[in-house]
């Protein structure tokens, strides 16, 4: 059974869990009916921060234009372009195994696509989770479910692994942003 989490919340993920190297970090939501009639596009990224809470360089940020990290750790599965359906609307495959050692977070994101042109804010998008899954198990881990009303953030850090010796843990974020992409990549240090 996953543990559920809260916003701020911390948990030990491989300390509980040894041998636990590839994850896959399910991301899902829901359009909300009353959204406007345009087409909403929420897309997942990851940022591999390192220790000063910045991307190395553009490289580490894995997204539906740059879907696989140079090392091989962090892989973006593809852009859902609807949201329709059951289940995870987006997925990153991560290999703990793999992270560069100077990587000492990744941050997974969710942000709305073109959301300044078309109106859209995640005010408009409900039942927004994220979970992290054992991909040699296919066990859920841990699930954090985004209760919080964003009523004018275009993107939203929803939740990060990150380095505790040598373990790691997983933090339920929930810090919303306005400006979308943009705004998160400056925040991570990207090139734009």
């Known amino acids: 059974m996953a543990v559920c989490l809260t916003k701020g919340q911390k948990v030990d993920l491989t300390k509980g ?6 994850l896959l970090i399910g991301l899902g939501w829901d359009v909300n009916k ?3 009639g345009g ?24 997204f539906y234009g740059n879907t696989k990290h140079a090392s091989g750790s962090v892989e ?11 289940g995870d609307d987006e997925a990153i495959n991560v290999d703990l195994s793999l992270v560069p050692a100077d990587i000492t977070t990744i941050s997974f994101t969710a942000t709305i696509y073109d959301a ?10 409900s039942n927004a989770y994220i979970r992290v899954v054992d991909q040699a198990s296919g066990t859920e881990l841990i699930r954090y479910d985004l209760g919080e009303d964003f ?25 919303g942003f306005q400006g979308g992409l943009h705004a998160l990549c400056q925040n991570f240090g990207v090139n734009v």
């Open 34 to 36: 009353y959204d406007g």
């Open 17 to 22: 869990n040894p041998g636990l190297t590839k």
């Open 116 to 125: 300044e042109t078309r109106r859209q804010n995640f005010g408009q998008v």
């Open 76 to 86: 973006h599965t593809g852009d859902n372009r609807t949201g329709e359906g059951e």
């Open 151 to 175: 009523s004018i953030e275009t993107a939203i850090v929803v939740g990060s692994l990150y380095r505790n010796g040598a373990e790691w843990k997983f933090n339920a974020v929930g810090s």
């Open 39 to 62: 087409e909403f596009d929420l897309d997942a990224a990851a940022f591999l921060c390192a220790e000063n809470g910045k991307v190395r360089n553009d490289g580490d940020f894995v």
